[in-house]
């Protein structure tokens, strides 16, 4: 069974300008989540999608940071413009989306950012 | 969600058990006791979750208290492969979800 995908896996981009990043979910997973995780903290969720639509985005930054996962399968996360504290891993994760215990989350090996 | 608190660091032999600890003293009796990892460079791993009983597979065992206001990771045989930051994380069962990840234990395990 293929993972979660991200790409890319690296990026560095100057202050202000824009990025964008992309994530393929495990076939058939209904949820999927990003998380920002700053070096040396744990991740914190950004997003969280189930299908088409958005369960929860109150931690996402909405002046500067979008996502979509328009046709509840692929999904790309958008920072414009960016800042020097956005800097960090941005990690994609899916679940079958069933909710209760044994939703286990599966992530994606994460995608890099480095702002200048 | 319940708070929890784990040491910041751990060492371990190869070959010896590891165990991590974890205190959740305000863990309630709908939340559940998740255990990840993650190793350098990759996205989290699930490992375990349990609600009140022990419970193991084939990565690890989880030892819940009675009062469940702690558990403990153990990494039976731990290897190399095993080093890690853990993160345990107590979870609302109808929490959507979603999982708060603090800052974890990071464990090493030497030769």
């Known amino acids: 069974e293929a993972g979660v995908a991200q790409s890319p896996r690296y990026k560095i981009i100057e202050k202000r300008q824009s990025v964008a990043f992309w994530c393929n979910p495990i076939s058939g997973h209904a949820t999927l989540y990003w998380y920002q995780q700053i070096l040396g903290q744990g991740p914190k969720l950004l997003i969280q999608f189930q299908n088409n639509g958005v369960v929860d985005d109150s931690q996402l930054p909405k002046d500067r940071f979008s996502a979509e996962r328009l046709k509840g399968v692929d999904s790309t996360l958008k920072i414009q413009p960016a800042k020097l504290e956005d800097s960090a891993v941005y990690l994609c994760?899916?679940?079958?989306?069933?909710?209760?215990?044994?939703?286990?989350?599966?992530f994606g090996p994460g995608t890099r950012l480095t702002v200048l | 969600d319940a708070k929890t608190t784990q040491p910041t660091s751990m060492d371990c032999a190869e070959g010896r058990a590891a165990n991590l600890p974890c205190n959740h003293s305000t863990i309630s009796g709908n939340e559940y006791v998740y255990w990840y990892r993650q190793i350098h460079s990759q996205g989290p791993q699930y490992i375990i979750h349990?609600?009140?009983n022990n419970e193991t597979n084939e990565m690890a065992s989880l030892i819940i208290t009675e009062d469940r206001k702690s558990s403990t990771l153990i990494l039976p045989h731990a290897t190399l492969r095993d080093t890690a930051v853990y993160y345990c994380i107590v979870r609302h069962h109808n929490a959507g979800n979603m999982l708060t990840f603090g800052g974890g234990t990071r464990l090493m395990v030497k030769p």
């Open positions: 349990g609600l009140k």
């Open positions: 994760a899916s679940s079958l989306g069933g909710g209760g215990a044994v939703d286990t989350q599966y």
